[in-house]
């Protein structure tokens, strides 16, 4: 069975701090994708990692991928009460019950950021 | 550049009725897939059309059905409703489709309860 599992799965921490949300999974996909769900709102993608080694950052945040461990990190720096939401992973379902075009997620990593 | 547009917003029904809901992918975009988010089980992927064809299913009975127009449109459609139906049915859409190295665009989503 393929999974995906994020970690932790509640996270509160205070402005300024660093942290870093895990994404582990039993896939031997290459590709993995971070997104980001507001409250009561939509999903907004925020990475695609698409090789091992892939890094890619934007402001605060910063992600990883390493196939070999099939491990994805997403760093934050310096946390802002504008990043409280909820982050999930997602890898391709390939072979499970499908081809691709089968995103697999997490279950998310709830943020909340406090002064 | 419109986002992608899901009507109703929300949707009230009671068991054993059905309902069709509707997505309207970025322009241009061919692929649209539906997503159902519950507290208990995540987000869990539900079917894929591109240029008019279910091109990968996820693991819903028959009663969860979709459909792709010339337009690129689609509505999916849920018969006899039960209970655990209630979701937050989300929709995406992309050019190639997902885990084609791309991003997914979200709506931002149908709020079914089911009574």
């Known amino acids: 069975e393929l999974k995906v599992e994020q970690n932790p799965l509640f996270l509160s921490m205070q402005e300024g701090k660093n942290y870093t949300i895990y994404c582990n999974y039993s896939?031997?996909?290459?590709?993995l994708y971070w997104y980001r769900q507001d409250p009561g709102k939509s999903l907004e993608s925020l990475f695609v990692?698409?090789?091992?080694?892939a890094v890619k950052q934007e402001g605060r945040l910063m992600a990883s991928l390493d196939t070999k461990a099939r491990l994805s990190t997403l760093h934050i720096t310096a946390a802002v009460h504008d990043l409280s939401a909820t982050y999930f992973c997602a890898v391709d379902g390939v072979g499970y019950g499908g081809s691709q075009g089968n995103l697999i997620f997490g279950k998310g990593t709830k943020l909340s950021v406090k002064p | 550049k419109a986002g992608v547009t899901q009507t109703p917003r929300y949707l009230i029904k009671t068991r054993g009725q059905q309902v069709t809901l509707s997505c309207s992918p970025i322009?241009?975009?061919?692929?649209v897939s539906w997503y159902q988010q519950t507290p208990g089980q995540g987000l869990q992927f539900l079917f894929e059309?591109?240029?008019?064809?279910?091109?990968n299913k996820g693991n819903f009975p028959g009663r969860f059905s979709g459909r792709q127009f010339s337009n690129s449109r689609s509505e999916m459609n849920v018969s006899t409703l039960e209970l655990g139906d209630s979701a937050l049915y989300l929709c995406?859409?992309?050019?190639?489709?997902?885990?084609?190295?791309?991003?997914?665009?979200f709506g931002s989503g149908t709020q079914l309860s089911v009574l």
């Open positions: 990692l698409l090789s091992n080694g």
């Open positions: 896939t031997t996909s290459d590709r």
């Open positions: 059309y591109f240029s008019e064809t279910q091109r």
């Open positions: 995406a859409s992309s050019f190639l489709g997902p885990g084609r190295n791309e991003k997914l665009f």
């Open positions: 322009s241009g975009h061919r692929s």
